[in-house]
């Protein structure tokens, strides 16, 4: 069984193991699922918990899944500029939830 049809790494035997168990037991599901180990440009980037990058484009370009992705939207603008978009985002989302 692979992660994304795409990523190119078995992360176990469905069939022969419940999914459930491939979910708790697989290191890979478990660096993929936590985005503070992501490494490079997404490992830095303030959206990593929401975009996270393509995992499948970073094993591809770089031969490593937690790599930052190269196919990243924002690859123009810097992470400064980024964590200044995050920190609105934020403020809007806060403005929104306190509405009447
Ligand atoms: S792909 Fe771009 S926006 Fe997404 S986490 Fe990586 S650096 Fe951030």
Known sequence: MLP???LDL???R???QRLETIWRESELLA???????L???CGRCPYRW????CRALARARAGDPLAEDPGCPWRG???ARLARGARRSLAQLRT?????
């Open 96 to 100: 929104w939830s306190h509405a009447p």
């Open 4 to 6: 994304c049809r795409r």
């Open 39 to 41: 490494r490079g440009r």
């Open 14 to 16: 469905l069939g022969e």
């Open 10 to 12: 078995a992360i176990g």
């Open 50 to 53: 929401v975009c996270g990058g």
């Open 31 to 37: 660096a993929l699922r936590d985005r503070d180990r």
């Open 77 to 79: 603008l810097s992470l």
